[in-house]
């Protein structure tokens, strides 16, 4: 079902035009009323005027999370604090949250925003759905709760953790959607296992997975384990939170709600525009957004963006799957490696996965990289000459996809912490 069709089938140039008239009215009020953005249009030498043609977004500043940093809690909000009805914050690994806020039009918005992504993946009224994001200052949580509210589904808050009752209430409220983070979703199949609950003593038939990256390997993992499809969807707090974009059933690529986020992608070491199917930097651009608009958001998320038409009837804009961070880019051995690609390499082999971890160390001065995963089946570990062969297969596969030599380290089965919401895949020990 295609829950707005107007704004998800429109024709390219018409939804252009529409673009054009928003990110007119979008940057005239950032310039007025935010003076973050005041002062950095001002150093860039450019007026809200100068923006006749989406193409002239280029020559605005971009914007970043330091932005919201130094403005904290509530300099970039373009509105009175009375007109502020919701507040979520994102968490760093360092300092103050990232603060963001919302007008009563800016829930109505995301709402919208989010019920067409759930019905694209598949999701309908007759759902009931199981949230387990950690409902909080994460806007996981309550940004799928009032989409799936607006799409007319029942909905679950059951958040996230105490994962056998997960496991029980999945059975006895037959839940048919699963909305988590991929990880929690392949630990909740693990611990159904261990309970003995197997697919077919469950209902969910639509997992709605987001909030960090995934792979296809990852994907087919929980598909198998669950007996669902498993579909993704991105966003990021500074833009709304989730509500950017989403699979629909076919699963090539994420729509992106394109009346309500303007998507760039720039070559994160220049800066500068990269045509559309070129992979680089996503940027985003908020369009209807009232208490904090954003512009040219730099979001460190890497992907591609292609126009090619969906079997799925959506007219909109898609990206690929985040690839990686351009944060997260690790170099080892002077060798760029994003975590992802050794993901895929390790979710296709069957004997081990779908859990592990990165671990980065110095050892004579030079990086070393040790992957740990996690065997399928202990009975490996009485055998050494095989899990002797099975390392260096798999040492073997990761050097041909990175060229890049790594210590494989096979560990027992449920030996690696898991984590009900974001996974924590990289261990970074180097000496700096
Ligand atoms: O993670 C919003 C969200 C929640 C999206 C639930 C989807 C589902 P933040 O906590 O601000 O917001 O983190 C945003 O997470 O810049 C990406 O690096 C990463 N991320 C989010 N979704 C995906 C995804 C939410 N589907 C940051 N694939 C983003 C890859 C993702 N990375």
Redesign the pocket.
């Known amino acids: 079902m295609i829950f707005n069709p107007t704004y998800e089938c429109m024709e390219r140039s018409d939804m252009e035009a529409l673009q054009l008239f928003h990110l007119k009215e979008t940057v005239r009020r950032a310039y007025e009323k935010v003076p973050h953005f005041k002062m950095a249009f001002d150093e860039a030498g450019v007026k809200p005027e100068d923006l006749k043609t989406l193409a002239d977004l280029k020559n605005f500043p971009f914007a970043r999370k330091k932005d919201l940093r130094e403005n904290y809690p509530y300099g970039m909000l373009a509105v009175p604090m009375d007109d502020i009805v919701r507040i979520h914050a994102?968490?760093g690994t360092t300092g103050k949250p990232?603060v963001v806020a919302y007008t009563k039009h800016d829930l109505e918005m995301w709402s919208e925003a989010m019920a067409r992504l759930i019905a694209a993946a598949g999701g309908t009224k007759g759902d009931i759905a199981q949230i387990s994001?950690g409902y909080g200052l994460?806007?996981?949580a309550l940004?799928?709760h009032y989409g799936l509210e607006k799409l007319g589904a029942a909905v679950i808050p059951i958040s996230a953790g105490n994962t056998e009752k997960q496991i029980m209430l999945m059975q006895d409220l037959w839940s048919t959607l699963l909305i988590s983070?991929p990880s929690y979703a392949l630990y909740m199949a693990e611990v159904m296992e261990e309970m003995g609950v197997t697919k077919d003593d469950i209902h969910l038939r639509v997992g709605?997975?987001?909030?960090?990256?995934?792979t296809d390997g990852m994907m087919a993992k929980i598909e198998e384990k669950l007996g669902i499809l498993a579909t993704?969807?991105?966003?990021?707090?500074?833009i709304i939170?989730?509500?950017?974009s989403g699979n629909c059933y076919v699963k090539e690529g994420?729509h992106i709600n394109e009346d309500l986020f303007y998507a760039e992608i720039i070559d994160p070491e220049t800066g500068e525009v990269l045509p559309v199917g070129e992979t680089g930097e996503l940027v985003l651009t908020t369009l209807q957004k009232e208490g904090l608009p954003m512009i040219r958001y730099r979001?460190?998320?890497l992907t591609r963006l292609y126009d090619d038409p969906c079997p799925c009837g959506r007219k909109t804009r898609r990206m690929e799957?985040?690839k990686g961070?351009s944060d997260d880019m690790l170099i080892i051995k002077g060798v760029n490696v994003f975590p992802s690609q050794i993901e895929e390499v390790l979710m296709g082999i069957p004997a081990i996965g779908p859990h592990y971890q990165l671990v980065l160390t110095t050892k004579n001065y030079t990086d070393q990289l040790e992957v740990q995963v996690e065997l399928t089946d202990d009975s490996l570990l009485d055998d050494f000459q095989k899990l002797e062969n099975l390392s260096r297969s798999v040492q073997h596969k990761l050097h041909t996809v990175l060229g890049l030599t790594c210590q494989v380290r096979l560990m027992e089965p449920k030996t690696l912490a898991r984590t009900a919401g974001?996974a924590k895949r990289v261990v970074d020990n180097r000496v700096k």
């Open positions: 994102s968490s990232t994001f994460f806007t996981g940004g799928l983070t709605l997975f987001g909030g960090e990256g995934s993704e969807n991105y966003g990021l707090s500074e939170g989730p509500g950017v994420l979001t460190g998320d799957r985040v961070r974001k």
